[in-house]
T-cell receptor
Framework: DAGVTQSPTHLIKTRGQHVTLRCSPISGHKSVSWYQQVLGQGPQFIFQYYEKEERGRGNFPDRFSARQFPNYSSELNVNALLLGDSALYLC?????????????FGAGTRLSVL | AQKITQTQPGMFVQEKEAVTLDCTYDTSDQSYGLFWYKQPSSGEMIFLIYQGSYDEQNATEGRYSLNFQKARKSANLVISASQLGDSAMYFCAMRELYNTDKLIFGTGTRLQVFP
């Protein structure tokens, strides 16, 4: 079975531009979460979507937005890119709705903002 | 607020030896889950092991075991019989069980296994 897939794998943008990152969850998983991992740190939670509704939001500015589609895939959008947005963006999927909920991660999208 | 602390930035271990990676956590919740993930240089976070706050037995998954000491708020990962392929970053994480999927991660420990 396919794991969590993310696209693109690498991306280079300039300040002020907009970026869209995509994530396809494991088949049967209804929950998708997004994390930002800056070099040398642990991942930071950005969003969770479950059954197409936002379930959680981390401490990120409104430039960050996301959505989940009927097939449970998800997009993360970042507007007005800043140099500090350079990071590895990880997507994780889970069954959702259960106490022991294991999140499985994709390989990430590495975003460089110049 | 929830917090995960990993005090070992780097650890070395010889192949076939056991190693313990430390993790302490802080939470006021009674129901929570503790997780360990491995991150190779490729970037993907690989799930290793889970321990629920109400689980009485320490979790084990193959060569991985979790030394859970609730009163001390510690959840150390023990890797037995280390292999060269175990060289990676290891992250401890925590989640409230009846809330969002939000994971709180520590800063990680880089493990290097040498022959």
């Amino acid at each position: 079975d396919a794991g969590v897939t993310q696209s693109p794998t690498h991306l280079i943008k300039t300040r002020g531009q907009h970026v869209t990152l995509r994530c396809s969850p494991i088949s049967g998983h209804k929950s998708v979460s997004w994390y930002q991992q800056v070099l040398g740190q642990g991942p930071q939670f950005i969003f969770q979507y479950y059954e197409k509704e936002e379930r959680g939001r981390g401490n990120f500015p409104d430039r960050f937005s996301a959505r989940q589609f009927p097939n449970y895939s998800s997009e993360l959008n970042v507007n007005a890119l800043l140099l500090g947005d350079s990071a590895l963006y990880l997507c994780a999927s889970s069954l959702g709705g259960v106490a022991k909920n294991i999140q499985y991660f994709g390989a990430g999208t590495r975003l460089s903002v110049l | 607020a929830q917090k995960i602390t990993q005090t070992q930035p780097g650890m070395f271990v010889q192949e076939k030896e056991a190693v313990t990676l430390d993790c302490t956590y802080d939470t006021s919740d009674q129901s929570y889950g503790l997780f360990w993930y491995k991150q190779p240089s490729s970037g993907e976070m690989i799930f290793l092991i889970y321990q629920g706050s109400y689980d009485e037995q320490n979790a084990t998954e193959g060569r991985y075991s979790l030394n859970f000491q609730k009163a001390r708020k510690s959840a150390n990962l023990v890797i037995s019989a280390s292999q060269l392929g175990d060289s990676a970053m290891y992250f401890c994480a925590m989640r409230e069980l009846y809330n969002t999927d939000k994971l709180i991660f520590g800063t990680g420990t880089r493990l290097q296994v040498f022959p």
